[in-house]
């Protein structure tokens, strides 16, 4: 009893609440860009090697674009407005060049399943080995290095204080000074959710999704609309990519994406590919592994902690599929009626 | 169409192999034929730690002109242990890994190091294990005496009294850091608080970040990594709260000092686990013919394999009274004054005791 009250005691602080959003954002970017894939009735595995992709090239492109606006001389003794010309423009050379590397692969994936027909799971897991061992070779390319980039001087996106909620004690400590990716995974929440119910794009998205030959019977070209889909799959992954590399942490380590991308997968399952539950259910991983980070500080054993995170995901599948199962059970019953 | 789909599916995965496997390491010499023929196997180079380290090490005594080197990387595919080691007993005097796929490489070594009599056997940093056979050495790292001496310097610049520590996973390897960082910080401070947590991988930067930033909320103003990669997400969280950061294994900050000098600033040192200077010995030795067995060899601060990193930026931010006391504490345990248990046969809750003892 002790112990819960302890657990209760680290997750009232605001600084646990803000350690959620913080975790929250990758995975959430995922979930998004899961959504839109489904949503056109293909099942991105490449998630995971995207969103690393991703995170790679932006580490690169702001790098260098870091080190050419600089013209060479070290950023300790350069004048101050070249340097932040210069960091600048790396952080917005690898906001881009990372989004376009998220829907460069996703257009990989698309150019298989899509254009070749290929099978979108074996097309995905292909593109995740691809990127485990791509990555590192692009690394020691680009840097010479093989583990992490420590040898780039990359950018981060910048972190933003909100005015007038900066100061309201606790709420001001959750919701302001995190990085902009943050906010920006919160804002993508609602574009994909006007892009699937408010555009005539979304609407065929979803038809294309139901059902790919009563959309085609009614004139809608089912590959355009899948390409389009997908490009939007992979312009999420870049984000989830960036939120990595660009402010979570300001390099890129091999492998950093860590299962974020599945994570990502699982909770645009749990959420049934709508945006608002899809964002819950990130949400909701979030907690569970911020959750594990705080629990290390108590007498808890460590493995069990850590597992807390993939048992809540099975818990939640568990729970998805029983509501699921009742949904049919309830039509059918309707049915006979 | 679905017989070019096999062919780019193909031509897809081999890429992934090739870059796994790239970058063959140069600098095999002339009259390569009468040098002791080398392999260090390793899952992947640029670890910024022991298999950087190692390969180092050998790379010195290519320079010399004492060995033929190659290093083979095998990727993260563990099964491919075996038959990596396989192929090297056959083709080399000496392979070189730690012990690979968790205990796998020791495992194959006890039921086949004795059809190889003509190869040596060098793992390094597995000191739970041992053989007798004659042709497999052990190398073993004083890491404990390390960071007795990091925590130590730890506790004597914290304003605080709260100190951090990461580790990738929890292993034997990674308790004989923390007891010595424990120790050596409650020596000097017995009231230090020493907030412990693991990343659960080598990988997860920005999990490792995220402990970082919660460590710091908890009070801690000097955090030490031994998380690998991982573990540089540690580091800059304690950049970015204005802490202190202390690195592992290698100097982590002439890593930093010329992409991020600001960031590499707020290494004050690292904990030294120098396994390529135990290689340069060791090997050598064996070109030398002056190398002898036995079942395991110690390398601590006497052999420079162990210690902190005293470069330029730990003179500049650590006073010179706490100098004294570290380079005084180092005395008393070259004396033989103060020995710092090792955590190889310690049991968990003899660990966990420790650990609590610091909360």
């Known amino acids: ?337 | 169409m679905k017989k070019l789909l096999a062919l780019v599916l193909a031509g897809v995965m081999a890429l992934s192999l090739v870059a796994c496997g790239g970058g063959e390491a140069e600098g095999t010499t002339e009259s390569g034929e009468e040098l002791l023929k080398v392999n260090l196997i390793v899952q992947n180079l640029g670890d910024k730690s022991f298999n950087d380290s190692a390969d180092s090490g050998l790379k010195r005594l290519v320079a010399e002109g004492k060995i033929d080197y190659t290093c083979t990387e095998y990727g993260t595919d563990n099964s491919k242990v075996v038959i990596t080691m396989e192929e090297a007993a056959e083709d080399y005097d000496v392979v070189i890994c730690n012990n690979l796929g968790f205990g796998m490489a020791t495992d194959w070594l006890a039921a086949n190091a004795a059809s190889y009599p003509e190869t040596t056997f060098i793992i390094y940093d597995e000191p739970s294990v041992s053989l007798p056979d004659k042709n497999v050495q052990f190398l073993c790292y004083k890491a404990n005496e390390s960071d007795y001496v990091a925590g130590a310097l730890a506790a004597l610049i914290s304003e605080t009294g709260v100190i951090g520590f990461v580790g990738g996973m929890e292993s034997p390897v990674i308790h004989d850091f923390l007891v010595g960082y424990i120790l050596g910080a409650q020596y000097v401070n017995p009231d230090v608080k020493v907030c412990v947590s693991y990343v659960g991988s080598y990988t997860d930067a920005a999990k490792a970040k995220d402990l970082g930033v919660q460590d710091i909320a908890a009070g801690a103003d000097v955090l030490h990594q031994v998380a690998g990669s991982a573990g540089n997400g540690y580091l800059e969280a304690a950049f970015e709260a204005g802490k202190y950061g202390l690195g592992v294994d290698a100097d982590q900050y002439e890593a930093f000092k010329e992409s991020k000098p600001e960031l590499a600033k707020s290494i004050v040192t690292s904990s030294l686990k120098d396994v390529g200077e135990s290689l340069y010995v060791v090997v050598g030795d064996m070109v030398d013919g002056t190398y002898e067995w036995a079942e395991q060899l110690w390398f601590g601060m006497p052999e420079k394999c162990a210690g902190i990193a005293e470069n330029e930026n730990y003179l500049a931010l650590v006073s010179e009274e706490d100098r004294a006391t570290i380079d005084d504490i180092k005395a008393k345990m070259a004396a033989g004054e103060i020995t710092v248990p090792t955590a190889y046969g310690m049991t968990a809750d003899e660990i966990n005791a420790l650990v609590d003892s610091a909360k």
């Open chain 1, 1 to 337: 009893m002790e112990l819960l009250s302890q657990i209760f005691d680290l997750l009232r602080t605001p600084a646990f609440a803000a350690s959620v959003l913080r975790i929250t954002t990758p995975i959430l970017f995922a979930a998004l860009g899961g959504i839109m894939a489904r949503r056109c009735g293909i099942l991105n595995l490449a998630l995971e090697g995207s969103m690393l992709t991703a995170a790679l090239f932006a580490v690169v492109a702001s790098a260098f674009t870091k080190k050419a606006v600089l013209g060479g001389v070290s950023a300790a003794v350069a004048d101050p407005a070249l340097v932040t010309k210069a960091t600048n423009a790396g952080m917005l050379a690898g906001f881009i060049v990372g989004t376009l590397a998220g829907v460069a692969m996703a257009m990989f994936l698309a150019y298989m399943a899509v254009g070749l027909k290929a099978d979108a799971y074996l097309a995905g897991l292909a593109i995740n080995t691809m990127a485990t061992g791509g990555t590192v070779f692009i690394l020691y390319l680009a840097a010479g290095e093989k583990g992490i980039s420590s040898s780039l001087d990359s950018g981060s996106m910048p972190f933003i204080d909100i005015p007038v909620i900066k100061d309201i004690p606790v709420i001001g400590e959750i919701f302001s000074g995190q990085n902009m990716m943050t906010y920006f995974s919160w804002i993508c929440v609602a574009v994909v959710y006007f892009i699937l119910f408010k555009t005539a794009t979304g609407l065929r998205i979803r038809a294309v999704g139901e059902n790919p030959h009563a959309a085609e019977s009614v004139g809608v070209n089912v590959k355009k609309v899948q390409y389009i889909a997908l490009a939007f799959s992979g312009l999420f992954c870049g984000f989830a990519g960036i939120s990595l590399s660009m402010s979570y942490v300001q390099f890129f380590s091999r492998g950093m994406s860590s299962g974020k991308g599945f994570i990502g997968m699982s909770a645009m399952n749990l959420g049934n590919a709508s945006p608002v539950a899809t964002a819950v259910a990130a949400l909701l991983f979030g907690f569970f592994d911020a959750m594990a980070n705080v629990m290390q500080t108590l007498s808890v054993p460590v493995q069990f902690v850590q597992a807390i995170p993939y048992a809540a995901t099975l818990l939640g599948l568990v729970v998805f599929a029983i509501q699921s199962d009742n949904k049919v059970k309830k039509l059918k019953a309707k049915q006979d009626k």
